[in-house]
């Protein structure tokens, strides 16, 4: 009883001197910004603006597309893409990453079969899709979707078999029904591993809808894109990308929020927080 009196106080201690301790600011990346704001303002003084167009010229640029319907009607397009078809990527690789952690038949029949996939890179992939479907829909979701099942089929199979086996056996012998063993024992076990890699299918999934419209798209940011570069409009291309940034970083606040909403748990612990 001394030992766990002793471990509480000391936690509570790291939990009062974590949350006295004055916030640091990373004057670094200021810094860094800063120099690089300065270098490309210098750049677009002395050179075209078909290379470095100056800030303000950005700007203008920005309220001009931001202001107009096709600007929105693009941004949307690709924002819903990459959303709608990560998520069905997301839902049919956590089932054959289920059904390989559960079955080692299944499992030897579909690693070598993402091993394959893995090893073709996402570029062959749009070529494959502009040759395959007419539909340049289709084409967009079979590149996003093949390009992001690997590391959910992975990481799903792998969280599944994370889970120690007196885990399992003790909920097993409170005889749930399947909705409370997902609930209980599944859920939190594979949750810190699926939104792990889907930060990282966030980016991914960006690079490949872009690509994916840059190539064999009509509408959307990559279209845009294309356009821009057929214009020379360098201006254009910067907005465009600041919009695929921002999304981004939006997906990641998302997903940040669904991390301190079902694992607070893992930001309760005041050791943690004194070690960061």
Same mark, same amino acid.
């Given at each position: 009883?001394?030992?766990?009196?002793?471990?509480?106080?000391?936690?509570?201690?790291?939990?009062?001197?974590?949350?006295? !301790?004055?916030?640091? +600011?990373? +004057?670094?990346?200021?810094?860094?910004?800063?120099? #690089?704001? $300065?270098?490309?303002?210098?750049?677009?003084?002395?050179?075209?603006?078909?290379?470095? &167009?100056?800030?303000?010229?950005?700007?203008?640029?920005?309220?001009?597309?931001?202001?107009?319907?096709?600007?929105?009607?693009?941004?949307?397009?690709?924002?819903? !893409?990459?959303?709608?078809?990560?998520?069905?990527?997301? #839902?049919?690789?956590?089932?054959?990453? #289920?059904?390989?952690?559960?079955?080692?038949?299944?499992?030897? %029949?579909?690693?070598?079969?993402?091993?394959?996939?893995?090893?073709?890179?996402?570029?062959?992939?749009?070529?494959?899709?502009?040759?395959?479907?007419?539909? @340049?829909?289709?084409?967009?979701?079979?590149?996003?979707?093949?390009?992001?099942? &690997?590391? %959910?089929?992975?990481?799903?199979?792998?969280?599944?078999?994370?889970?120690?086996?007196?885990?399992?056996?003790?909920?097993?012998?409170?005889?749930?029904? &399947?909705?409370?063993?997902?609930?209980?024992? +599944?859920?939190?076990?594979?949750?810190?591993?699926?939104?792990?890699?889907?930060?990282?299918?966030?980016?991914?999934?960006?690079?490949?809808?872009?690509?994916?419209?840059?190539?064999?798209? $009509?509408?959307?940011?990559?279209?845009? #894109?294309?356009?821009?570069?057929?214009?020379?409009?360098?201006?254009?291309?910067?907005?465009?990308? @600041?919009?695929?940034?921002?999304?981004?970083?939006?997906?990641?606040?998302?997903?940040?929020?669904?991390?301190?909403?079902?694992?607070?748990? !893992?930001?309760?612990?005041?050791? !943690?927080?004194?070690?960061?």
């Amino acid at each position: 009883m001394n030992v766990l009196t002793q471990t509480a106080a000391g936690l509570r201690t790291a939990r009062r001197r974590t949350a006295s !301790r004055p916030r640091q +600011w990373p +004057w670094e990346g200021f810094l860094a910004v800063a120099i #690089l704001v $300065i270098a490309w303002e210098w750049a677009s003084r002395h050179s075209t603006p078909m290379f470095f &167009p100056s800030f303000a010229q950005i700007a203008d640029t920005g309220a001009a597309l931001l202001s107009s319907a096709d600007g929105w009607s693009s941004i949307a397009t690709t924002y819903g !893409r990459i959303w709608v078809y990560l998520l069905g990527s997301f #839902l049919l690789s956590s089932l054959l990453g #289920l059904a390989a952690a559960w079955n080692q038949h299944v499992e030897r %029949f579909l690693v070598p079969l993402v091993e394959l996939k893995q090893g073709i890179p996402s570029v062959c992939w749009v070529l494959f899709a502009i040759i395959w479907f007419k539909e @340049a829909e289709t084409r967009i979701a079979f590149v996003v979707i093949t390009s992001a099942l &690997p590391a %959910f089929f992975y990481q799903a199979r792998d969280a599944l078999r994370s889970i120690p086996r007196d885990w399992v056996d003790l909920v097993q012998s409170l005889r749930p029904t &399947p909705w409370q063993k997902a609930r209980i024992l +599944w859920w939190p076990a594979v949750l810190p591993s699926l939104l792990t890699v889907w930060r990282i299918n966030v980016g991914n999934a960006t690079r490949v809808t872009i690509m994916a419209e840059l190539l064999g798209g $009509i509408t959307g940011i990559g279209h845009e #894109l294309r356009v821009s570069q057929e214009l020379f409009r360098m201006d254009q291309t910067i907005v465009w990308t @600041a919009m695929l940034v921002l999304f981004v970083i939006a997906s990641n606040q998302v997903l940040s929020l669904v991390e301190r909403r079902y694992l607070a748990y !893992r930001h309760s612990d005041g050791v !943690r927080n004194d070690a960061a």
